[in-house]
């Protein structure tokens, strides 16, 4: 698996799979650049990749602006993997504003990432964006009302890209990573409210698992599969990925 020579920006590259993204697409040659949203988070982010490279850049996803200025560079490859959960509760519980702000960040500033992007991509004649997706895309949860709406719309929003712009040579995919062990779960866990927070933390799957499969989308290998929503759970994505059979 070879990335060599192509540049690759993570939004949320500071922790969890995006962290784990970052190390990945780094260590099959790429450039990468990763956003975060502290000077403080970058620094803890470059403490645990050691010795692999990778620049990070303090910016909101949600700031346009701050995004447009990075993204104004160029870049190869896009990973969408910025996200939050909250806010959890059932719908009569959750604050109007909460629910807005979760899809600002889960959608609209996914949305606004691959826009700027695009524009690059198209010029320099290709790209790969990958969404990171979710089960609950396509299945609602109890307590994640507005995570299930923007990882919907985020789903609708790989196919619209690829209708539109697969003939200009940009390859999109939804990845849903599984059920990983990262701080979303442990948030997740402490909620309490449907059955993926009774889920034990042994039952979950580490982070560099969909990261291998997101460094593998990346490459030419995965060309057949632009503009699906794939899960990781699938026996032949996971083999074509290099990573073992479904545990
Ligand atoms: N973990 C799972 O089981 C699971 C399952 C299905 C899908 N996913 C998806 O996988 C992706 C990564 O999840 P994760 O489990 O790694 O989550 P995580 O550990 O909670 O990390 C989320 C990352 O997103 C960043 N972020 C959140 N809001 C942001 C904003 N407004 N601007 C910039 N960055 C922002 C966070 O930055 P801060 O550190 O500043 O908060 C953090 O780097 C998400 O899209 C999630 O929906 C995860």
Not at 81 to 97: F, K, Q, T, Y
Not at 202 to 228: F, N, V, Y
Request: aromatic share 4%; hydrophobic share 50%.
């Amino acid at each position: 698996m070879t990335l060599t020579g192509k540049t690759a920006l993570v939004t949320g590259g500071n922790r969890g799979i995006g962290l784990a993204a970052v190390r990945a697409l780094a260590l099959a040659g790429a450039e990468v650049h990763f956003t975060a949203r502290s000077a403080a988070n970058i620094a803890a982010a470059q403490r645990d990749l050691g010795d692999i490279p990778a620049t990070g850049h303090h910016a909101n996803m949600t700031d346009r602006i701050a995004m447009a200025t990075l993204i104004e560079q160029g870049f190869d490859i896009l990973v969408n993997n910025a996200a939050v959960i909250g806010p959890i509760g059932r719908i009569l519980d959750v604050s109007a504003e909460a629910w807005a702000a979760s899809i600002d960040i889960n959608l609209t500033a996914a949305f606004h990432a691959t826009q700027l992007a695009l524009g690059h991509m198209v010029a320099r004649g290709g790209g790969t964006i990958v969404n990171i997706s979710s089960g609950a895309a396509h299945r609602p949860q109890e307590g994640w009302s507005a995570y299930c709406a923007g990882k919907a719309g985020l789903a609708m929003l790989t196919r619209s890209v690829h209708m539109e712009y697969r003939a200009e040579g940009i390859r999109i995919f939804g990845l849903a990573p599984g059920v990983v062990d990262t701080d979303m779960q442990a948030t997740i866990r402490a909620s309490g409210i449907n059955p993926v927070s009774q889920l034990p933390r042994s039952s979950l799957a580490p982070a560099e698992e969909p990261a291998r499969a997101i460094a593998w989308l990346c490459t030419s290998a995965a060309d057949a599969l632009a503009g699906q929503e794939l899960d990781i759970r699938a026996p032949d994505l996971r083999a074509a990925a290099g990573l073992p059979p479904p545990g």
